[in-house]
T-cell receptor, first 114, second 115 residues
Framework: SQTIHQWPATLVQPVGSPLSLECTVEGTSNPNLYWYRQAAGRGLQLLFYSVGIGQISSEVPQNLSASRPQDRQFILSSKKLLLSDSGFYLC?????????????FGSGTQLSVL | GESVGLHLPTLSVQEGDNSIINCAYSNSASDYFIWYKQESGKGPQFIIDIRSNMDKRQGQRVTVLLNKTVKHLSLQIAATQPGDSAVYFCAENWGSGGSNYKLTFGKGTLLTVNP
């Protein structure tokens, strides 16, 4: 069966520090991968998605970047965190069959930038 | 901007009652819809999905209804239990066979089940 791992679960970082959140998927090949952010009490905002190694699509201009160095690994990064980067970050995957497929989410990372 | 929204941000029900959570969408080209449940501090969990060629789909204690005429989606939970307390999100997608890999999520409804 497929599983998705996301870490760390919580993170407290000072403003201006770098960020690296990692996500890995097991049990499937060539998944579509996604990073979402969720502000407290709000919906999910798509940040990045990837349909293959090295292929990254950015949805909103921001202080963050994403990379996919391996088929089942998706990394969210920042060189210098801002206060506004605080939030709940979710990694997700879907099958590579294409559109209209459900997303499976990781357990999330609660990031607090102080 | 978001094209999927919810009529009620909060819903409080008694244990054992049926719950109905509503969602409106504005993109008439949307052809796939999903309901997710998110418990506090956790990632969303898939509940049920429906494609636009259907108007009703049933799962275990849950039913999703799709009314394409008024662009309305609902989630019905039968015999609501305390464990159903969570935020429920609807999401839409369009572009079957195309290149739209993105789900658009609504803002969510907080369901509280009172014992």
């Amino acid at each position: 069966s497929q599983t998705i791992h996301q870490w760390p679960a919580t993170l407290v970082q000072p403003v201006g520090s770098p960020l690296s959140l990692e996500c890995t998927v097991e049990g499937t090949s060539n998944p579509n991968l996604y990073w979402y952010r969720q502000a407290a009490g709000r919906g999910l905002q798509l940040l990045f998605y990837s349909v293959g190694i090295g292929q990254i699509s950015s949805e909103v201009p921001q202080n963050l970047s994403a990379s996919r160095p391996q088929d089942r690994q998706f990394i969210l990064s920042s060189k210098k965190l801002l206060l506004s980067d605080s939030g709940f970050y979710l990694c997700a995957w879907s099958t590579p069959r294409g559109t209209n497929e459900k997303l499976f989410f990781g357990s999330g990372t609660q990031l607090s930038v102080l | 901007g978001e094209s999927v929204g919810l009529h009620l941000p909060t819903l409080s029900v008694q244990e054992g009652d049926n719950s109905i959570i509503n969602c409106a969408y504005s993109n008439s080209a949307s052809d796939y819809f999903i309901w997710y449940k998110q418990e506090s501090g956790k990632g969303p969990q898939f509940i049920i999905d429906i494609r636009s060629n259907m108007d009703k789909r049933q799962g275990q204690r849950v039913t999703v209804l799709l009314n394409k005429t008024v662009k309305h989606l609902s989630l019905q939970i039968a015999a609501t239990q305390p464990g159903d307390s969570a935020v429920y999100f609807c999401a839409e997608n369009w572009g079957s066979g195309g290149s739209n890999y993105k789900l658009t999520f609504g803002k969510g409804t907080l369901l509280t089940v009172n014992p």
